[in-house]
């Protein structure tokens, strides 16, 4: 079969615009449905009150109803007697006031004198605690308009109003219909090549968000004949419709030909990335989006396109994401090809937004899951430079990002556990890792774009731990060195160490396959003082290049078989069920700037390192000595 090219290239305005125009009349089907049940619905015409709230006089207070001038000259030498059924009425909040009173009294400005008598000593005011017809909503009167997101006060003020029913756009249904034959359910036993379908979850929590009813569809392989009777029965039954996956131009992305098959296909290629192969088309007057199957281009198109046709359909422009001006801690390349869309960690540090990119990969789930918010790079430009003001549309809330400590440094896994246990206990403060290796903590600490960095940096000289490269990159700010854990450093092996390794050495004796950490990870410079100590050139190691950024990515490397070792912690190893052969120990510690020691979020995290919870995970890890922790060095 011949490659098949993109139908179009263009630029994102204008494939969106030129899409909404060619499907928008589809939009606006209305239904009538009950007041109470109407929460979150758009309303398609204004509504107004039916009746008066409260629809008759009524009392305020519990008291009695009488008229003023029966009160006139009142006080506490010339008290005023009053008989029940004479001169008032007893009633109770909300009860009728007859048209022959024009007052009430409050119960506690009465003194009972017997059983049908009372007297009081200050006249009464007309209208006085008496709640008149339509003083909350008058017969006719405008509650909410058209185009309005019902709430639930709007839903009390309908009723109120006598509004039992109203009539609102029809939220539409969308139908997800996931291809692909490598595909599998979420609890399948997996064989290699599977991939759980994930993305057509994603894509119902998004659909509900935007106001739509999502219709998931089972997975359909790559047949040409199946795939298309279920585009069929898909748009007979929905009023919007989703293919995920196949929208490419590979042998079997049969999305484009499909679409064009039985309908329109008027965009095939947008200019961004990720997302490229997108289509848009419309087959029975019914829009058709063929979504790529990588998980970030995917949410993207979800969050660009999609969200803008439900839109359409509810009548109303959802809420935009709040933005956020930041600086920009490293440099972005980008491509003049493209509108990119960039994910960012983001972190408030000494008063200002830092924004660092995260991994730029269309299949990098965990990305979106981390990740603060979204730069965009516009199509004209090739790079943005660190230190430069950008604007980042935010995916959490601003006061979060306040309330989170930026932690930018070596990786172990007790940070998984510091940041879930300082969450629970403070129920408000965050703990945001990112794993650059102990030198980009040190280089984010100078960069003054974090609060705290875990590093465990050896000086191959002295033989000492953190403090030199503190004195060396850091000399001219104030910074204190909180201890963490010691811990231990080994090769992580296969179950039953296959390859009889003992040692470094035995690496590139035994020409075992070997998985590196990257450049700058204390890990990395430690591999290099024992190559350098045995005199191992690092060209005989097979895999030196090879890199993962944390020791579970290590440890998974070797439990899938795909190296025979890689260097790493006692814990990682025991997660995965491997076995370890211990190297070294080594001192990981904390690197934090004097005058953040005073943050009660970095008092609040010291606390739950020296908790008895925290030092009972670390002893189910394994592999840590945290006698000397939380002690605080000033360097």
């Not at 009372?118 to 008058?138: F, H, M, T």
């Not at 909410?144 to 756009?169: C, Q, W």
């Not at 981390?370 to 950008?390: C, F, M, S």
């Amino acid at each position: 079969m011949a490659q098949k090219v993109y139908l179009s290239n263009y630029e994102f305005k204008e494939a969106l615009n030129k899409y909404l125009e060619k499907i928008g009349s589809v939009f606006l089907n209305k239904e009538i449905i009950n007041t109470e049940e109407s929460l979150g619905r758009v309303t398609a015409e204004a509504v107004y009150s039916k009746i008066s709230s409260p629809f008759y006089n009524c009392s305020a207070m519990d008291g009695i109803a009488l008229h003023s001038s029966k009160t006139i000259g009142a006080s506490e030498k010339r008290p005023v007697i009053l008989e029940e059924g004479k001169d008032y009425i007893v009633v109770d909040t909300g009860d009728p006031v007859l048209r022959e009173y024009d007052c009430v009294i409050m119960v506690e400005d009465i003194v009972n004198i017997d059983q049908n008598k009372i007297q009081i000593y200050k006249s009464a005011a007309p209208w006085q605690n008496i709640r008149p017809l339509g003083e909350d909503i008058v017969e006719n009167q405008l509650i909410i308009p058209s185009g309005h997101a019902v709430r639930p006060v709007d839903i009390g003020a309908m009723l109120a109003g006598g509004v039992n029913t109203i009539e609102v756009y029809k939220k539409p249904l969308v139908g997800i219909i996931p291809t692909g034959t490598e595909l599998v359910e979420p609890g399948s036993d997996l064989k290699v090549g599977d991939i759980i379908d994930f993305n057509s979850r994603v894509f119902s929590g998004q659909v509900i968000e935007y106001g739509g009813i999502p219709k998931r569809y089972g997975i359909v392989k790559d047949d040409y004949e199946v795939l298309k009777e279920t585009l069929k029965r898909a748009v007979s039954e929905c009023d919007i419709v989703i293919i995920n996956a196949g929208s490419s131009a590979g042998r079997e992305d049969f999305t484009s030909d499909l679409i064009a098959d039985l309908g329109t296909v008027y965009i095939h290629g947008i200019a961004i990335k990720p997302g490229k192969p997108t289509i848009m088309g419309q087959i029975d007057n019914k829009p058709v989006l063929g979504i790529p199957g990588y998980p970030v281009s995917a949410y993207f198109i979800m969050e660009k396109v999609l969200k803008k046709v439900i839109e359409g359909y509810q009548g109303l422009k959802l809420k935009e994401p709040q933005r956020v001006e930041a600086i920009l801690s490293r440099r972005i390349m980008s491509s003049l090809k493209y509108l990119e869309f960039v994910r960012m960690k983001l972190g408030y540090v000494g008063n200002k937004v830092i924004a660092t990119p995260l991994s730029r990969g269309a299949g990098a789930t965990m990305s979106l899951v981390r990740a603060d918010g979204t730069l965009e790079v516009p199509q004209n430009v090739e790079g943005i430079e660190a230190g430069t003001k950008v604007e980042i549309n935010l995916m959490r809330d601003m006061e979060e990002i306040k309330n989170t400590i930026v932690c930018i440094g070596s990786h172990d896994p007790v940070l998984d556990i510091l940041a879930d246990m300082l969450h629970v206990k403070s129920n408000h403060y965050y703990l945001s890792s990112a794993h650059t290796g102990s030198m980009g903590g040190i280089m984010a600490l100078k960069n003054e774009e974090t609060h705290i960095a875990p590093i465990h940096l050896l000086d191959m000289e002295s033989g000492e731990y953190n403090i030199s490269y503190i004195n060396r990159y850091l000399k001219d700010k104030k910074i204190a060195l909180v201890k963490g854990v010691k811990r231990i450093q080994g090769l992580i092996v296969q179950k039953g160490n296959p390859l009889s390794l003992k040692s470094i050495s035995d690496i590139p004796a035994k020409n075992a396959r070997f998985v590196n950490r990257q450049r700058g990870a204390g890990t990395r410079l430690l591999l290099d003082y024992y190559l350098r100590k045995l005199d191992i050139s690092p060209e005989r190691i097979n895999g030196y290049e090879r890199e993962e950024i944390t020791h579970l990515s290590v440890a998974a490397a070797v439990a899938s078989g795909d190296v025979d070792c890689g260097l790493g912690v006692y814990s990682a190893a025991d997660m995965m069920g491997l076995d370890f052969i211990p190297v070294c120990n080594e001192e990981y510690d904390f690197a934090v700037p004097v005058e953040y020691l005073e943050l009660d979020m970095i008092k609040e995290l010291f606390q739950v390192m020296k908790s008895s919870e925290f030092l009972k995970e670390l002893d189910k890890l394994g592999g840590y000595d945290y006698s000397d922790i939380c002690e605080i060095v000033y360097i």
